[in-house]
């Protein structure tokens, strides 16, 4: 009966999961609770997967990862890459992306490029951006630190009471697959749309809200009489009055207190409403508005903001920057801008104040894509030590004469003895919602397993695979972390199906470690929709993408993945 209740209860988490309108870090801390809180683990289990060697190392990689994002050498090779053909182009790219996502956070490198790539002019970024994502998920699954989904993986299996996989126990498999998927994303991002790429179309896909005050001049005076319908680059698109929208907009048409005024054309030029007392964006009047320089950011993955308004935030205050425009994916957002939920992957159209550069919750909120906005850079030096350290660090571990948590310990040591990183910054970037998220999982997993519920779905698979045997169980197992992966996150998929593979191995006898492999590689499988994987968001508003690029581009990608795996890892890692 307990197994049953636990089953039930997964179900609902994913069921919540799948909605996306709870924090995945808050749901499996909740989950992981409510099991101690009812007797189906043990309080010291969970303290014990807080304190799992493998999770350590995660959180420790992701630390060391905050200098190396800040060496300017990918800046300088994306300024290369993109020279020649549009095919040269990508090629090139893809190799770059993967290559550095082999050893570096993914979600860094596609930072790196998407500035550079947003900003250039030879190739239509549209075609760039989805192959630059799905790039960095190639490279990471070579390796055991190219994603955060191998090291949660082996902290699962340790957690089992297994060995933990090793730097490059995944090459033989990820090398090949990831070399057959960008071959054949080659071809399928023939299918990516191509946008315009000049800053006036870039500018176009948003609107200025502005609102008419009480006491403005304007008030009971036409369009024509404002003359607003002369602006300089700028359209009176609709007016917003009591929850009735009026538009087209007229010339006689007469302005009243608090009505709500979209502009849309070249939002690049604010300023002209400078002239119009009276007129209200984004929190300040039109006629003190803050600096010149528009910068265009995309939300992050680990930003404070996700799911709260800008009232809420007080984003000027915060930033000292008003949001001229929110784009998600290719739609413009036409409501009013304050009352709008900001998502992982918007696009922000910032008019900056004079000290915006100088705020240290940048990095944590925003990936910049265009502007005069540069973040800080390490030196010359700092860059060439903080890369050699961390080639030492790898090859250290790989060799056997130091283990990667000791190496990654004293780099981070090091880091903060030379001043590249400073003990603010680690308080800023820590990782939280990734250690809550796994410790959390780890919890889960274990009454998964204690409570016999792993087992009740191995059991099905194995019923189901009759007939086909192990192989057939290996498949079933691949297929239902990939199906998880696509509607949940990718850490989130790995913890829920690594007690069903280690299950299904136990009740055929079988070496776990394929099975292992099936969720590893099935947790990276997300191709499909933009919303499971957070490099896919990153690049869903500045590529201004529909969900079906996403789908006829991965959909090709997605099999040939699959296939590479289901077909490798047995051979590999024999049953």
């Known amino acids: 009966m307990e197994s049953w209740s636990v089953l039930i209860s997964v179900g609902i988490l994913l069921a919540l999961l799948a909605s996306g309108r709870f924090a995945p870090a808050l749901l499996f801390t909740g989950w992981a609770g409510g099991f101690v809180l009812l007797g189906i683990v043990e309080s010291g289990d969970l303290l014990a997967s807080f304190a799992n060697p493998a999770l350590a190392t995660l959180i420790l990689l992701m630390l060391v990862s905050l200098a190396l994002e800040r060496s300017h050498l990918l800046d300088q090779l994306s300024e290369r890459l993109l020279r020649g053909s549009e095919r040269l182009a990508l090629l090139r790219l893809m190799g770059t992306s993967a290559l550095f996502s082999a050893f570096l956070n993914n979600t860094a490198v596609v930072a790196s490029f998407l500035g550079a790539i947003s900003r250039q002019r030879q190739v239509t970024s549209s075609r760039l951006l989805i192959p630059l994502s799905f790039a960095s998920i190639f490279g990471g699954i070579t390796t055991l630190i190219g994603t955060s989904t191998n090291l949660v993986v082996s902290s699962f299996a340790v957690s089992a009471g297994l060995p933990a996989l090793e730097m490059f126990q995944f090459s033989l498999v990820g090398v090949p697959v990831a070399l057959v998927c960008m071959l054949v994303l080659l071809f399928s991002a023939r299918l990516l749309p191509s946008h315009r790429n000049d800053e006036q179309e870039s500018t176009q896909e948003y609107f200025l809200a502005a609102r008419v005050t009480r006491d403005s001049p304007l008030v009971g005076k036409s369009i024509e009489e404002n003359r607003l319908r002369s602006l300089d680059g700028l359209f009176l698109l609709e007016i917003e009055r ?30 002209t409403l400078q002239r119009f007392p009276g007129l209200e964006l984004f929190g300040s009047r039109a006629d003190d508005l803050l600096a010149t320089n528009l910068v265009e950011v995309v939300v992050s993955n680990e930003s404070e903001l996700a799911g709260r308004t800008l009232q809420e935030v007080d984003f000027r205050t915060m930033f000292n920057a008003g949001v001229v425009g929110i784009r998600r994916g290719e739609k413009r957002l036409k409501e009013q801008l304050g009352r709008i939920p900001l998502r992982v992957g918007d696009s922000l159209l910032l008019a900056v104040g004079a000290d915006f550069m100088q705020h240290r919750n940048l990095d944590r909120n925003f990936h910049v894509l265009s502007g005069s906005l540069q973040r800080p850079k390490l030196s010359d030096t700092q860059s060439a030590l903080a890369l050699s350290g961390f080639a030492a660090v790898v090859v250290a571990a790989t060799i056997g004469v130091l283990p990667l948590f000791h190496g990654l310990l004293l780099m981070l040591g090091a880091l903060l003895a030379s001043k590249t990183l400073t003990v603010g910054e680690l308080r800023r970037r820590f990782p939280f919602e990734l250690l809550l998220l796994i410790g959390s999982a780890l919890t889960i997993a274990k009454g998964l397993e204690d409570s016999g519920a792993a087992l009740l779905v191995s059991n099905f698979i194995q019923s189901y695979a009759n007939g086909f045997g192990i192989m057939g169980a290996f498949i079933g197992v691949y297929l239902i972390t990939l199906l998880l992966t696509e509607t949940v996150t990718n850490n989130a998929a790995a913890a829920l199906a690594f007690p069903i593979a280690i299950s299904t191995a136990q009740a055929f006898g079988a070496d776990p470690l394929p099975f292992i492999m099936a969720v590893a590689f099935g947790a990276s499988a997300c191709f499909l929709i933009p919303f499971g994987y957070q490099t896919h968001l990153m690049v869903y508003s500045p590529g201004r993408y529909r969900m079906l690029d996403y789908i006829r581009t991965g959909l090709p990608v997605s099999v040939a993945y699959s296939a590479g795996v289901l077909v490798l890892v047995p051979l590999v890692f024999p049953f």
């Open 242 to 271: 009591e929850g009735h929208l009026i538009s087209p907009v007229g010339p006689e048409e007469i302005l009243h207190a608090g009505d709500l005024l979209a502009f849309t054309g070249e939002v690049h030029k604010v300023q």
